[in-house]
Antibody, heavy 116, light 110 residues
Framework: EVQVVESGGGLVQPGGSLRLSCAAS????????MTWVRQAPGKGLEWVAN????????YYVDSVKGRFTISRDNGKNSVFLYMNSLRAEDTAVYYC?????????WGQGTLVSVSS | QTVVTQEPSFSVSPGGTVTLTCGWR?????????PTWYQQIPGQAPRTLIY???IRSSGVPDRFSGSILGNKAALTITGAQADDECDYYC??????????FGGGTKLTVL
């Protein structure tokens, strides 16, 4: 059974940093793209970033370019989202997903709150 | 402005049929945009319903179907049920490695 479990969310001050982790199991991790999607409170879904199975390609939504970095450790079946210079508008539930194009197997999400 | 457009809300009667659409603000949706549909019950993670235009994900009832209608991607629910009342999102491939979601459609079954 495919499982992805996010962790690392919490409360952080504006300008601060946070690292989200996503532990995957039940599939050949290095064969799949992994994706982060977020959802601000009461708002819709927003695609954030993705990374190819070998880590050779990474893409970001414009609003996080230069501030967020997606990476993966195929030896540990994990993907990470490093978030720097956090802003109030980054407050959201962050979902990790195994993706084949846009067919996603989703985790339950982790909440990031950016507030002073 | 939203790059991908969806109806903000829609209503359907129990047992009825409803078609939700997903389009580019400018231009036509095609299969190379890999239109994908998700269902989200409030408070829960999304679930992939339809991918690559018209392929149902495992476990999705066949009353959910996807297609291209005119210049938009479409999600049709046939025989709507009470528990279909939730939010539906589509996503389209931007062609540069990135994806963009529509704003979502809140479906009411009454």
């Amino acid at each position: 059974e495919v499982q992805v479990v996010e962790s690392g969310g919490g409360l952080v001050q504006p300008g601060g940093s946070l690292r989200l982790s996503c532990a995957a199991s039940g599939f050949a991790f290095s064969n799949y793209w992994m994706t982060w999607v977020r959802q601000a409170p009461g708002k819709g879904l927003e695609w954030v970033a993705n990374i190819r199975g070998d880590g050779g390609e990474r893409y970001y939504v414009d609003s996080v370019k230069g501030r967020f970095t997606i990476s993966r450790d195929n030896g540990k079946n994990s993907v990470f989202l490093y978030m720097n210079s956090l802003r109030a508008e980054d407050t959201a539930v962050y979902y990790c997903a195994r993706s084949e194009w846009a067919r996603c197997d989703w985790g339950q999400g982790t909440l990031v709150s950016v507030s002073s | 402005q939203t790059v991908v457009t969806q109806e903000p809300s829609f209503s359907v009667s129990p047992g009825g049929t409803v078609t939700l659409t997903c389009g580019w603000r400018s231009g036509s949706v095609s299969p190379r945009d890999h239109p994908t549909w998700y269902q989200q019950i409030p408070g829960q993670a999304p679930r992939t319903l339809i991918y690559d235009t018209d392929i149902r994900s495992s476990g999705v009832p066949d009353r959910f179907s996807g297609s291209i209608l005119g210049n938009k991607a479409a999600l049709t629910i046939t025989g709507a049920q009470a528990d279909d009342e939730c939010d539906y999102y589509c996503t389209l491939f931007m062609g540069d490695g990135t994806w963009v979601f529509g704003g979502g459609t809140k479906l009411t079954v009454l």
